[in-house]
């Protein structure tokens, strides 16, 4: 049977605009306007004679009676709520009006298109207006109360005048609220749920047309945005907490001079420690002298502030050098200087000692350097350390109610109702010291006023704690999510969401104290209580020469290393682990302070090693002599116990973080590297090697350099070239990660990103996944411009979860591709997440996911426009035998081409990724509709739910004129009643399947229905 055209590409709704555009068979000036109707048999075209007699009618009926009707405008008969939607509060249920003559007449008002409501909207000087004005990606939340307006911004006179408005107001839940006075009582409402809201206004011109304009803004509840924070909540230890707030006092309040202990120099001050900032225009001063070694005879100062922003190349005269371990201020010679508080900062005032015999000209020898760190903070900054002092012996004064191996943390997370900020909640759990039958919940939050929130909860079990907590906090209005993880201290596994009404407001400590600010400029040093950081990251650099002249002992390698040329790494460790190994080895801290002392590439201070501390590879810590005398102090100090003894290392190591004195080295055992490399590499390569190469080598670990085993020159080379490029990688390699020498051998290049990615590659083979699937994903993530160190950082299941998207991809299947990428959690950030799904449905050919994310077409000229609705229901048939319903029931309708213009797919193009669709099966003479393009022996689908596009209202005056004619004109299918949908229809979303059968003559008929079984009808979605 001949089909008239590919139901695919679209056809126009009939409706009341088309059937006035046909002719009458009276000439336009001898048609009557006698009923509402009438004005629609003058052509469209001809505006100025349907605005003449749209106002000869309402002069007939009466201008009073015409404004109240035109009010009336568009209602449903039931009125109300529609769709399952509850009313909110504000809204009033609408009244459906008695129906009358007029109702014709209101019902056939032309509605104009999108690009005609654009232009009438800024002629007539219309908007809605909300207040407060949503902002982008981000929700409102419930309880905001919105003022709703039509907003005026400068009418143009001679424009047609408003004969009726009616708003509507979409709820998340997909229904509408209408109201009796057409828009929000009283101009607005209270936000009551959370989701997408949609407010549309209808305005009804003297001209017989209508046009809708609408806003969309989204909410979320206080118990949405605390059940999101609370999935980004780390798992922090009591002691790991304790640490960190104890290195934020550190920061905020460096210790002393007296702190520097029996160091051989040091430099001291009599000004406070923090310093009060003084006023801009009155520069106050503070004093440093040198107390150093007795052979010293000259000096040179060096200020480097922690956060260099807004400061000038020169501060008070002082100008901004470069020095070998970065930027300072020069403030000169001598054996004192002083420096103003007119910046709140932290800095770190350096004095390098030098000795040079009388007479000398020649250079001086460096024997050290003194270092101390000052911080210059506001009033109001120093007043919340002082508060921040309190708050610590008070979290001391309440820990000691829990023994210390059984206090559980628990992630908590609270969300103010009035402002939907989000706060940590800093809550410990466990049986209590005094009687263990009692569980006892700490409340520890840094800002809690004593006065005006209890801080401890009880009861017989964890839930009855919980509930005591629940009923007795005091906590701002909102709401708390929190749970408990497994833990080896008895107290079960809990998740609790509750409201909270309390009247009392958090202090100004919450949060960071005030001072996170200052802080910031630590980055990778030290993360903020709310982000359970705790880590700290120093620079390994490869020891050089000893003090003495002679090699250290521990750092020896057969050769001496005197004047190597030293290579720097990275390692990361934790300040809390390193605290509790110098505090475990107290006889051994003594030990060192007596050893060998070794000097650091680039820099005069004396290092020693410690070499107790162990953890990711890490064998040893190099600590400056003047910081290993004040952990000395601190371990001899029989005042102290074991937990003060701890938090005072903190303190000193968090001065030695910013200070450099304290650095590390991670190659694996310091004491037998050759003899390492030897078993490794063999005796011709490792001999081959030199020195600072044998040195980066040996920061790998035994697993990693077995995975050496056959390796060449070439090929070890190129490994101490990639370490060098990214030290980072060494922690990864330590870990034993794939087959080294293989992802070295297929890296094709010297840098670490090479590495990562071959590593990767390995590890995607491992996980099942065949090499023309590898290629595509790992070419589409180079495409996306993610990172190797990202790339091989995936987890089992994250690469589990692209394989199965790549599959879904290439079936057509975008609802599953994106439900497996949605499960990546934070395997891939949002960003590089979208530029992946771009560039892998680009190497499959087909439609990026994000039009299945957020549906847009592409008018001519480039506009992007959303679905102009959903249907209930549309039909598409296809005679294709690959598309029979138990594939389609089972799969859904695929994906098709990348092309998301509408034009372009009414006009056939072979890469559209859109299908057309008809309100109809067959019309009845069993000519047209959706089953004409079935055929016989084809299927017709029913579909609903989803979202389409009218082709011939989108295109209207859009599509240009080939033939350069010039011009623009409409649909060129518009007698197809096409509406355009994307490709992928989800099997959900398919009610069955209509076989096409061979009618009477050359007619068509549907035949027998084959239901889908995993179709679920949109009010059970």
Request: glycine share 12%.
């Amino acid at each position: 049977m001949a089909k008239t055209k590919a139901l695919d590409h679209a056809p126009d709704k009939a409706g009341p605009a088309t059937q006035g555009d046909q002719e009458s068979t009276l000439p336009t000036s001898e048609r009557a306007v006698t009923r509402p109707a009438d004005i629609l048999q003058f052509p469209r075209s001809d505006s100025a004679r349907r605005v003449s007699a749209a106002k000869e009618l309402q002069q007939s009926v009466g201008n009073a009676r015409t404004g109240q009707m035109l009010a009336q405008v568009n209602q449903p008969a039931s009125g109300g709520i529609t769709q399952g939607s509850q009313p909110n509060g504000d809204i009033e249920p609408y009244q459906a009006p008695e129906r009358s003559f007029w109702d014709s007449l209101v019902g056939n008002f032309i509605e104009l298109n999108a690009e005609e409501t654009a232009k009438i909207q800024r002629q007539l000087g219309i908007d809605i207006s909300i207040s407060p004005e949503p902002e982008p990606d981000k929700p409102f939340l419930t309880g905001t109360r919105l003022s709703v307006e039509r907003s005026y911004t400068g009418y143009q006179r001679g424009m047609p005048g408003i004969s009726g408005q009616h708003w509507e107001l979409e709820l998340p839940s997909g229904g509408q609220i209408q109201t009796a006075k057409y828009r929000p009582a009283g101009g607005g409402y209270t936000l009551q749920q959370g989701g997408a809201h949609h407010i549309r206004m209808t305005l009804f011109l003297s001209t017989g047309e209508k046009f809708t304009i609408s806003r969309k803004f989204a909410a979320e509840t206080p118990e949405m945005r605390a059940q999101q924070a609370l999935g980004n909540l780390p798992n922090a230890s009591y002691d790991s907490f304790r640490g960190e707030m104890e290195v934020q006092r550190a920061f905020a309040k460096p210790p002393g001079p007296e702190a520097a202990g029996k160091s051989p120099s040091r430099i001291v001050t009599n000004a406070p420690n923090p310093a009060p900032m003084s006023e801009k225009g009155s520069p106050e001063f503070v004093t440093y002298r040198v107390e150093g070694r007795p052979e010293a005879t000259r000096f040179q100062w060096y200020v480097k502030p922690l956060d260099w922003s807004n400061l000038p190349d020169t501060f008070e005269g002082n100008p901004k050098v470069e020095t070998a371990q970065g930027p300072a201020y020069d403030l000169g010679s001598g054996a004192q200087v002083r420096w103003p508080t007119t910046v709140r900062n932290l800095f770190v005032i350096q004095c390098k000692e030098y000795r040079q015999a009388q007479g000398e000209t020649g250079g001086a020898e460096e024997l050290g350097e003194a270092t101390y760190v000052q911080t210059v903070l506001s009033t109001e900054d120093i007043e919340q350390v002082e508060r921040l002092d309190e708050y610590l012996e008070r979290v001391d004064e309440l820990a000691v109610k829990v023994k210390p191996e059984q206090r559980v943390p628990i992630q908590a997370v609270h969300v103010d109702a009035e402002t939907g900020n989000a706060m940590q909640l800093r809550l410990f759990i466990g049986p209590a010291t005094e009687d263990p039958s009692r569980i006892v919940l700490l409340d520890l939050t840094p800002g809690l006023d004593p006065d005006q929130h209890s801080l401890e909860f009880g009861g017989v079990t964890a839930a009855q704690s919980l509930d005591d907590f629940d009923s007795r906090n005091n906590y701002p209005d909102g709401h708390i999510a929190l749970k408990i993880a497994k833990n080896d201290a008895g107290v079960p596994v809990l998740n609790r969401s509750f409201e909270t009404d309390g009247s009392s407001f958090l202090g100004s400590l919450a949060g960071g104290f005030g001072i996170v600010s200052l802080l910031l400029g630590v980055g990778a040093l030290v993360a903020a209580p709310f982000t359970g950081g705790g880590s700290l990251v120093v620079a390994a650099l490869v020891v050089g020469s000893a003090a003495t002249g002679a090699v250290a002992g521990g750092l020896s390698l057969a050769d001496r290393l005197q004047k190597a040329e030293l290579d720097e790494t990275g390692v990361a460790l934790d300040v809390l682990g390193i605290a509790a190994s110098l505090v475990g080895g107290g006889a051994a801290v003594k030990l060192a302070k007596g050893g060998p002392a070794v000097l650091v590439a680039s820099t005069s201070t004396r290092y020693l090693l410690w070499t107790s501390f162990v953890a990711d590879g890490v064998a040893g810590l190099l600590i400056s002599q003047q910081g290993i005398q004040q952990i000395a102090d601190v371990l001899e100090d029989e005042r102290l116990d074991s937990d003060q003894k701890r938090l005072a290392v903190i303190r000193v190591l968090a001065g030695l973080v910013v200070t450099g004195g304290l650095l590390a080295l991670s190659y694996g055992d310091v004491r037998s590297v050759r003899k390492r490399l030897r078993s490794s590499l063999g005796e011709e390569v490792e001999g081959a090697l030199s020195d600072p190469g044998r040195l980066t080598l040996s920061l790998l670990d035994d697993p990693a350099l077995e995975g050496l085993a056959g390796a060449g020159m070439d090929d070890v080379q190129r490994l101490i070239a990639v370490l060098r490029d990214d030290p980072t990688t060494l922690q990864r390699l330590a870990r034993g990660q794939g087959n080294l020498l293989a992802g070295l051998r297929a890296a094709g290049g010297d840098s670490a990103d090479h590495l990562e990615r071959a590593l990767a590659r390995q590890r995607f083979g491992a996980a099942g996944i065949g090499e023309p699937q590898i290629k595509r994903l790992f070419a589409s993530l180079t495409d996306a411009d993610i990172p190797g160190l990202r790339v091989n950082a995936l987890g089992d299941s994250a690469i589990q979860q692209l394989r199965l998207a790549d599959d879904a991809l290439a079936a057509g299947n975008a609802t599953a591709a994106i439900r497996h990428l949605d499960h990546l959690g934070p395997a891939l950030t949002p960003a590089e997440r979208a530029a992946f799904e771009t560039a892998l449905t680009t190497r499959h050919g087909t439609t990026d996911l994000s039009a299945y994310r957020k549906p847009e077409a592409l008018l001519p000229g480039g506009k992007r426009v959303a679905p102009d609705g959903v249907a209930f229901p549309v039909y598409y048939g296809t005679g294709n035998t690959n598309l029979a319903p138990d594939r389609v029931h089972s799969e859904g309708l695929p994906m098709r081409g990348g092309n998301l213009s509408l034009q372009d797919h009414v006009e056939e193009a072979s890469d559209s990724a859109f299908r057309g669709t008809t309100s109809h099966i067959l019309t009845p003479d069993g000519q047209q509709g959706a089953g004409a393009w079935a055929d016989v022996g084809g299927w017709v689908y029913e579909i609903d739910g989803v979202g389409f596009w009218d082709a011939n209202l989108a295109l209207e005056g859009r599509r240009k004129i080939a033939g350069g004619l010039g011009g623009h004109g409409g649909n060129l299918m518009r007698g197809e009643n096409e509406m355009s949908i994307l490709a992928h229809v989800p099997r959900e979303r398919i009610i069955g399947a209509y076989l096409i059968q061979q009618g009477p003559g050359t007619r068509l008929k549907v035949g027998e229905f084959v239901p889908n079984p995993n179709y679920l009808p949109r009010s059970r979605k």
